[in-house]
């Protein structure tokens, strides 16, 4: 089995694009499609990116994902940062049938 | 609306068992395959298990293989975790979730405390 590695914490101000990156330990992060969910507090998670790249409906484009086979991992960026924004970011992809996450990325819009 | 509703949760003390439930509304329960998902009180998201539609496959995280299982009944659109011999460790809130292609959405989930 692979592991998802994600930075614990990164902070930026409003207005600011962040990009969180995601590790994949072994295999290719090609293998797989990559999703990411975003976790407010108290709240369950929801999906901002599915399928490396693709937006559900209602998640605004300020919200992007993309994949580098170059260095093996994925990417969420969030562009001109809201408040609103600052929660917990998980990555997730598929191993087989096993549902691998990443560790979670806290950020902190200040 | 798609909707998920876990119940079940509560204290139990260590070596003790308990059922999770979690009842599916507004989708064809049958045709998907489900997730249950834990968090531990401040920490991160773990897949704990899954199940495809039929309930003829089921899959298992190392750390709960052989003391919990997954079922499901179509029937009554409802998804089960049957957990035994809880630890301490399993302490946290159980979500369920549909597989959608990702793992969405989820229930508002159910916390488990193992304590004595």
């Known amino acids: 089995n692979f592991m998802l590695t994600q930075p614990h914490s990164v902070s930026e101000s409003p207005g600011k694009t962040v990009t969180i990156s995601c590790t994949r330990s072994?295999?290719?992060?090609?293998?797989?499609?990559v999703q990411w969910y975003q976790q407010r507090p108290g709240s369950a998670p929801t999906t901002v990116i599915y399928?490396?790249?693709?937006?559900p409906s209602g998640v605004p484009d300020r919200f992007s994902g993309s994949i580098d086979s170059s260095s093996n991992s994925a990417s969420l960026t969030i562009s001109g940062l809201k408040t609103e924004d600052e929660a917990d970011y998980y990555c997730?992809?598929?191993?087989?049938?096993?549902?691998?996450f990443g560790g979670g990325t806290k950020l902190t819009v200040l | 609306e798609v909707q998920l509703v876990e119940s079940g949760g509560g204290l139990v003390q260590p070596g003790g068992s308990l059922r999770l439930s979690c009842a599916a509304s507004?989708?064809?329960?049958?045709?998907?395959?489900m997730h249950w998902v834990r968090q531990a009180p401040g920490k991160g998201l773990v897949w704990v298990s899954r199940?495809?539609?039929?309930?003829?496959?089921?899959s298992y995280a190392d750390s709960v293989k052989g003391r919990f299982t997954i079922s499901r009944d179509n029937a009554k659109n409802t998804l089960y975790l049957q957990m035994n011999s809880l630890r301490a460790e399993d302490t946290a809130v159980y979500y369920c979730?549909?597989?959608?292609?990702?793992?969405?959405?989820w229930g508002q989930g159910t916390l488990v405390t193992v304590s004595s």
């Open positions: 507004g989708f064809t329960f049958s045709s998907y395959w």
């Open positions: 979730a549909r597989d959608n292609g990702d793992v969405s959405p």
């Open positions: 997730q992809s598929y191993d087989s049938s096993i549902v691998v």
């Open positions: 199940i495809n539609s039929d309930g003829s496959s089921t």
């Open positions: 072994s295999g290719s992060i090609a293998s797989n499609y």
């Open positions: 399928e490396d790249n693709q937006r």
